[in-house]
């Protein structure tokens, strides 16, 4: 009899315990259908799924003006001719827009990053289209990562104008799926100090003037059967390369790389590798008008 007390009073102490840990699970994400910037910003928040399908015209433009009601995730942060956008300290947020003709994502400064991510993890972007409703110099891409975990892209075409379509710092777990980008005008990424970075089936294709993927201390970077073709990296002082690394392992497998106007493929070949993919017809080209290609005259008069 004392030993069915026993049991008995065992397993109610499993169950007490049991029954707090079912409670604390993370509720279910909250889906919030918006229409304009402003149903956006109010939005922003952890175990939220955005829904841009609805949008107004089928695009968002962020001009930086709208300050009421922001939540305490997101803030407005100058740049040279206005405000971009930077969400911070959110965790498992998805925004997401429609899958087949994608819903359209822009900012207006064209010195801003269409959307910079700050201190985040589990964020998802899928089924959008993000860039500038008019191209700067300088500064201002399209994602930038700041010290963010577990990032996914999926479906989605990054372009220029941004100067390039990826910027991450000190970030690990980006994974890139299904996605492009293109028409950047200053290279397709940079990364410093990023880890577990995976591209997969993905297009990067007509990046101009610099190197046109930057690594600087990553590791684990693997592109899996993606074509990057006609990108042109003209640029002088060590920015005339397909793929830079600086102290990062980068590993291309089943690629298709060709048609690229750089002098070389790559600036250290011991750290970037290839298997099985089709490497042809990267070399350098004259473009009318080259002046880097002219000898230069280093003797300044003082």
């Known amino acids: 009899m004392r030993r069915a007390i026993l049991c008995c009073i065992a397993l109610v102490a499993v169950l007490a315990a049991v029954v707090p840990l079912a409670a604390a699970k993370p509720s279910e994400m909250k889906v919030v259908n918006v229409t304009n910037e402003r149903e956006f910003l109010k939005s922003i928040g952890s175990n939220t799924v955005i829904n841009l399908e609805g949008l107004d015209g089928g695009y968002l433009v962020f001009s930086g003006k709208q300050t009421l009601g922001m939540p305490k995730n997101a803030r407005w942060e100058e740049v040279f001719d206005g405000y971009q956008l930077v969400i911070s300290n959110v965790n498992n947020l998805t925004i997401t827009g429609r899958a087949v003709s994608l819903s359209v994502i822009m900012a207006e400064p064209r010195y801003a990053n269409v959307i910079k991510f700050e201190n985040c993890k589990d964020i998802r972007l899928e089924n959008l289209s993000l860039g500038h409703t008019d191209g700067g110099y300088c500064t201002g891409g399209v994602v930038e990562l700041d010290h963010c975990q577990d990032f996914s892209i999926w479906n989605c075409e990054l372009w220029g ?82 793929i830079h690394s600086n102290n990062s392992r980068i590993k291309f497998q089943g690629c298709a790389i060709f048609k690229n106007n750089v002098h070389e493929v790559t600036n250290n070949p011991r750290m970037v590798s290839f298997e099985n993919c089709a490497i042809f017809q990267n070399e350098h080209m004259s473009w009318e008008g080259d002046e880097f290609d002219e000898p230069m005259d280093w003797d300044y008069d003082w």
């Open 161 to 242: 104008c941004g100067i390039e379509g990826i910027t991450a710092w000190d970030s690990s777990g980006l994974t890139c799926e299904l996605s492009s980008i293109t028409d950047c005008t200053y290279n397709a990424m940079t990364m410093v100090r990023v880890s577990d970075v995976n591209f997969v089936n993905c297009v990067i294709r007509n990046n101009i003037e610099f190197n046109t993927l930057n690594f600087s201390d990553c590791k684990d970077v693997t592109f899996t059967d993606c074509a990057i073709f006609d990108n042109a990296a003209f640029g002088q002082w060590d920015t005339s390369y397909l």
